[in-house]
């Protein structure tokens, strides 16, 4: 049927049948590429490039039959990173069989990096193991701050740090248009973006009320067709730089934790991540922003800028800003926020999508 394959394939190959067809006999492998006919070359390097492979076996009853190996590679539609093809790998092996006539999936794995097949069919949830770092929390600073209405010496170096470090973080560009694309369409319509934030909301959320949600989600798809076009400013991003996520160690410097979306966006993402906690903050503790977070506010911006002479971040500002407000206007997020402060936020959002740019300035109407 193909010409043979090297020892190492027919091994796993056959480790593979064998455990979902025990005592079954490989008798040939050939490659289902769209222009391939039957008995075309097998090729084993097939496996990890997206080209299914047929695998003609004889079960231990002496009948024959087909199985088929599938395997997937990058594209554009949302499979560019390898956990986007892992899940949907895991999840036809959990739903093939619910459909009536469907063709069954008899395992789920992973192709290692030495060539060696993994069988995952008996596994249930994923886990992560990562570093543990001893250090401080940056939110309890920001809790500090909002409860002594000051700031200090150290709460300005740290604002500082931390500007130069997403300036480092977003100083590698990248060249990927289809992954600024998929990052400005996550941002609007993923689960964790916008959308389904806006689904996450409780009915009668002060100040909250579907009909300005709706607005808003209708703002941002605009802001889509806005930025979407806007290639050239793909960065590596960390995706998620709020400050439960930053973390100063015991010699004063900042640890990232849970970086997400797979660290390529745009770099607004992250700057109006972080800044908007310090209007959040000052919000809950009135007071607190003529003593301490609104230095904070403008010393970011300005320590980042003068790092990255990024401006055009406040043409593309806004739908990050509305995001963020999002999350934490969100009761399931933050359930004990004032009605006052919801309003403030969202009001700053509607002003910034519908504004060409974002102006830092006008969160001074915030604090008459």
């Known amino acids: 049927m193909t010409k043979p394959h ?9 480790e593979l049948v064998g455990a979902v067809m025990p005592r079954a006999t490989v008798l040939g492998v050939e490659r289902l590429g769209p222009d ?14 997206g080209v299914p492979l047929r695998i003609r076996v004889r079960a231990a009853d002496g009948a024959e039959r087909d199985l088929c190996l599938h395997t997937a590679k990058p594209d554009d539609f949302g499979h560019d990173r390898r956990a986007d093809r892992a899940a949907n790998t895991i999840l036809a092996f959990d739903t093939f069989g619910d459909l009536p006539r469907h063709v069954r999936a008899l395992d789920v794995g992973a192709v290692m990096t030495d060539g060696r097949l993994v069988s995952l069919r008996d596994s249930g949830e994923y886990y992560l193991v990562t570093e543990y770092v001893e250090g401080h929390v940056y939110a309890e600073d920001l809790r500090r701050i909002a409860h002594d209405r000051a700031i200090t010496e150290t709460d300005v170096s740290r604002c500082d740090a931390l500007a130069r470090l997403l300036a480092e973080i977003h100083s590698v560009r990248k060249d990927a248009p289809a992954i600024y694309r998929r990052a400005i369409r996550d941002l609007v319509g993923h689960g964790e973006g916008i959308f389904g934030l806006v689904d996450g909301y409780p009915d009668g959320v002060p100040m909250a009320p579907p009909e300005r949600l709706l607005a808003i989600e209708r703002r941002c798809l605009e802001w889509r067709w806005k930025l979407k076009d806007r290639v050239d400013r793909l960065a590596r991003t960390h995706g998620d730089f709020h400050p439960f996520n930053l973390v100063f160690d015991r010699a004063g410097a900042p640890v990232l934790l849970d970086t997400s979306r797979g660290s390529a966006g745009d770099p607004a993402d992250d700057v109006m991540c972080l800044a908007i906690n310090y209007v959040f903050f000052a919000l809950e503790a009135p007071g607190s922003w003529r003593g301490g977070f609104g230095t904070l506010w403008r010393r970011f911006f300005e320590r980042y800028l003068d790092c990255t002479g990024d401006h055009g971040i406040f043409s593309v500002a806004a739908p990050f800003l509305a995001w963020r407000a999002l999350v934490l206007c969100n009761p399931r997020w933050y359930p004990s926020i004032h009605a006052s402060t919801r309003d403030a936020l969202l009001g700053m959002v509607e002003r910034a999508l519908d504004a060409p740019q974002f102006d830092p300035n006008d969160v001074e109407r915030l604090f008459p």
């Open 6 to 14: 090297t020892p190492d394939l027919e091994d796993e190959i056959g």
């Open 36 to 49: 391939e006919e039957p008995g075309a070359e097998g090729t084993g390097k097939a496996i990890g490039y």
